[in-house]
C-alpha cells in the first residue's frame, strides 16, 4: 500500500516544471490527487466494481452510539445515533459507499433502510429479526435501541486514523487507500491538470513593430 508521501513524489518526478512553481505544493498534489481518486473510485463502485476491496473502504470500529429519541428520525420508538457526525462518506447514482455496518464482533449485519421502509416492516405481522441503520444529518441512526456499538466500514473522502488517537501521524505517512489496477490512470489524470495548470498562452510576435533595413 502507498503513502501519501509515496504518490505525491510520483507526481512531481512525471512534472519537472513543480519545482519552480510556488504555487504548486504538497497539499495541492494531495488534494488533486483525492479528487481525481474520488472521481476514479465512484465511476468503478457504480459499476458495482470494487464491492469487496480493501484497498477502497476504510474500518471505522467500535463506533459508540448514544441513546436518542425516535423523533430524531420522525419514529415513536427509542433509536441510537453516533455521538459525533460521520466523517464524510462519498455517494453514488445507487447510495452511500458503505461496505457493511457490523457488530462489534462482525458476527451480525445491520442493513441499511429508509424510515418509511422501516416503518412498513414494523407493520407487518411477522416481522424479520434484522436491525437497521439510516444516516440522517451526517449521524449513523441504529434503529434499535439495544445495539451499543457497531463497526462500520465505508468509503470515508478523508483518512478517518486521527479519530483512534493518532493525530500525531504525519499526512504523508498515512495510506492512500487505492485499487492498484488504477493507480497509472489516477497519475496520468492529475499529470495532465498539472500540465494544464501551469500551461502559459504563448507570447504573440509583435508584426507592427518596424523591420531593419
Not at 505517512?173 to 496520468?188: A, H, N, R, S, V
Amino acid at each position: 500500500m502507498y503513502t501519501n508521501s509515496d504518490l505525491i513524489a510520483r507526481v512531481k518526478s512525471a512534472n519537472k516544471f513543480i519545482s519552480d512553481d510556488d504555487m504548486i505544493s504538497d497539499r495541492y498534489i494531495y488534494g488533486l490527487l483525492k479528487t481525481k481518486a474520488s472521481t476514479l473510485l465512484r465511476r468503478e463502485i457504480n459499476l458495482r466494481r470494487l464491492l469487496t476491496s480493501d484497498n477502497v473502504y476504510q474500518a471505522y470500529e467500535c463506533l459508540h452510539l448514544i441513546e436518542a429519541p425516535g423523533s430524531e428520525c420522525d419514529l415513536n420508538c427509542p433509536i441510537r445515533r453516533s455521538k459525533n457526525k460521520l466523517p464524510k462518506i462519498d455517494e453514488g447514482l445507487y447510495s452511500y459507499f458503505i461496505q457493511g455496518v457490523f457488530n462489534t464482533s462482525n458476527s451480525q449485519e445491520l442493513f441499511p433502510t429508509t424510515i418509511r421502509d422501516f416503518i412498513n416492516h414494523n407493520s407487518l405481522r411477522f416481522k424479520t429479526p434484522k436491525k437497521y441503520y439510516t444516516i440522517r444529518n451526517g449521524y449513523l441512526y441504529v434503529l434499535d435501541p439495544d445495539v451499543e456499538c457497531v463497526n462500520m466500514y465505508a468509503y470515508f473522502t478523508e483518512s478517518i486514523e486521527d479519530l483512534d488517537g493518532s493525530q500525531c501521524m504525519s499526512m504523508y505517512d498515512k495510506q492512500f487507500k487505492f485499487p492498484g489496477y488504477l493507480l497509472d490512470t489516477l497519475i496520468e489524470m492529475c499529470n495532465q491538470s498539472l500540465i494544464n495548470y501551469h500551461k502559459l498562452p504563448y507570447e504573440t510576435e509583435d508584426n507592427n513593430r518596424d523591420e531593419p533595413n
